[in-house]
């Protein structure tokens, strides 16, 4: 367009600009080397001076897409029928600058998407990573330190047998501890309260666990799918986490509601609060926002100094699936 425009027009470069958000943006020039390197801020009025000859602005259904710019050689000026034919070019490039546009738009979603697919693996890696180090250091020791008790036990039966019933009975209170650490840690792959109950169920348990009042509020939940539940379940877990440890609250109000095909949740404490503007999302709120945006859904987070947090997310529900009998999908436990 740019080609057509500089040499129907005799000009000494042609330049298209596209729109995008407050700024204009040169997309192609001809020659292509007279390509401006940048963008230029949107006036109230429109178009801001582009240093040219002619500047054309370029819509579509009444919005402003972009303009077309042309300089003619020093000294010479714009004849009649190259204006009009600049005009012609103008008023027909509505529609490509919108193809152009959301062919754009289309490409920062895929790199939008890709990157947060890439986050999404580097946090399963990390947490594949947390659960090896917890067997490691929980359970794995745990063991080995029982299968020392047990032998210790069996040497001592003979000379010391009260020392080695003793140390027997230790082992039995020490394998009950191993047998409840291994089961927190399967919950934290998945809950199997939530598998079985469903998210108040599960949310409730948790909700006793931490060290500030909680109330859950889930009237009218029924069963979702399971990546849907676990979804809301894990950031709901996330939220309360940063309660804990940032927000000095006095309580939090966890609610789950069901509106217009989505299942959306909102975490909301009385504590510390945080300016928005100044703290960027670290891991926990990111894997959230990745978490509901990979299942079409979104996170949103409302905070200022002195005024508590409010944490919203929501999914949509995936109905086909939700009609599903409850066990289907549901891991074996
Ligand atoms: N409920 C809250 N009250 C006060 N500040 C909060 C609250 N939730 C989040 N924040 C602030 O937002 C920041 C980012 O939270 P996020 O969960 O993303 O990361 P993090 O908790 O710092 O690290 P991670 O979750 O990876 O352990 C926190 O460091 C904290 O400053
Ligand atoms: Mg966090």
């Not at 027909?92 to 947060?116: I, M, P």
């Not at 509106?259 to 928005?276: I, N, S």
Request: net charge negative.
């Amino acid at each position: 367009m740019a080609r057509i425009l500089a040499e129907g027009s005799g000009a000494r470069s042609a330049v298209v600009w596209l729109k995008v958000g407050a700024e204009l943006r040169p997309e192609a020039a001809w020659p292509m080397d007279d390509l401006p390197t940048e963008g230029l801020a949107v006036t109230a009025d429109g178009l801001p001076d582009l240093e040219a000859t002619l500047a054309l602005q370029v819509h579509h259904r009444g919005e402003l897409l972009g303009a077309l710019s042309l300089t003619k050689p020093s000294g010479e000026r714009l004849t009649p029928a190259e204006e009009h034919l600049a005009k012609d070019l103008a008023a027909g490039a509505g529609l490509v600058l919108r193809n152009v546009r959301l062919t754009e738009e289309l490409l920062q979603r895929l790199e939008e998407l890709r990157a947060s697919r890439a986050r999404i693996v580097a946090a399963q890696d990390q947490e594949r990573r947390r659960l090896e180090r917890n067997i490691h250091d929980g359970a794995q020791q745990q063991l080995v330190a029982l299968a020392v008790k047990i032998r210790l036990a069996n040497s001592l039966e003979a000379r010391d047998p009260a020392k080695a019933n003793t140390l027997l009975e230790q082992t039995e209170t020490e394998v009950a501890r191993a047998l409840e650490d291994l089961r927190d840690l399967a919950r934290g792959i998945y809950p199997s309260l939530l598998a079985d109950q469903g998210l108040l169920a599960a949310l409730q348990a948790q909700a006793r666990k931490v060290p500030f009042p909680v109330n859950v509020d889930a009237d009218g939940l029924r069963r979702y799918p399971q990546e849907q539940e676990a979804a809301v379940y894990f950031c709901i877990l996330e939220a309360l986490q940063n309660v804990a440890k940032y927000a000095m609250a006095s309580k939090a109000v966890v609610q789950l509601t069901e509106t217009g095909g989505h299942l959306t949740f909102e975490v909301q404490d009385d504590g510390a609060g945080f300016d928005t503007t100044e703290t960027s999302y670290g891991t926990g709120l990111q894997g959230m926002a990745d978490r509901l945006a990979a299942l079409g859904g979104e996170l949103r987070v409302t905070s200022a100094p002195g005024e508590g947090t409010i944490v919203e997310g929501s999914v949509p529900i995936n109905e086909l699936a939700a009609m599903a009998p409850p066990e289907a999908g549901l891991p074996q436990s």
